[in-house]
Nanobody, 125 residues
Framework: QVQLGESGGGLVQAGGSLRLSCAPSGRTLNSYAMGWFRRAPGRERDFVAGISWSGSSTRYSDSAKGRFSIFRDNDKNTLYLQMNSLKPEDTAVYYC??????????????????WGQGTQVTVSS
């Protein structure tokens, strides 16, 4: 298990952009497969984007594809989710997750070992 903390959420108008950050405590993220999930009102916690341990592959939900980008900054030991062309339906609490020595991209919540506390993203119309 690794302690994770998300930041970067906030209020933005439709069509705008946000960049979410996820930083660990006492670990390096390049030892983990990483993912972003979100929970919107009245919905389950859904997969948004994932990246493999090596960073060589990524995967996105249908709603995120073409608009969102998941990537690591190894120098800063930080995971990011760049969100562009935001829509009101993107409004949710966003969580980062980690799986120790996860070689491949993970797309379901029960495949992850560690979770952050979440950061609120609100997109106004």
């Amino acid at each position: 298990q690794v302690q994770l903390g998300e930041s970067g959420g906030g209020l933005v108008q439709a069509g705008g952009s946000l960049r979410l950050s996820c930083a660990p405590s006492g670990r390096t993220l390049n030892s983990y497969a990483m993912g972003w999930f979100r929970r919107a009102p009245g919905r389950e916690r859904d997969f948004v984007a994932g990246i493999s341990w090596s960073g060589s592959s990524t995967r996105y939900s249908d709603s995120a594809k073409g608009r969102f980008s998941i990537f690591r900054d190894n120098d800063k030991n930080t995971l990011y989710l760049q969100m562009n062309s935001l829509k009101p339906e993107d409004t949710a609490v966003y969580y980062c997750a980690a799986r120790y020595r996860g070689v491949v991209v993970r797309t379901t919540a029960d495949e992850y070992d560690s979770w952050g506390q979440g950061t609120q993203v609100t997109v106004s119309s």
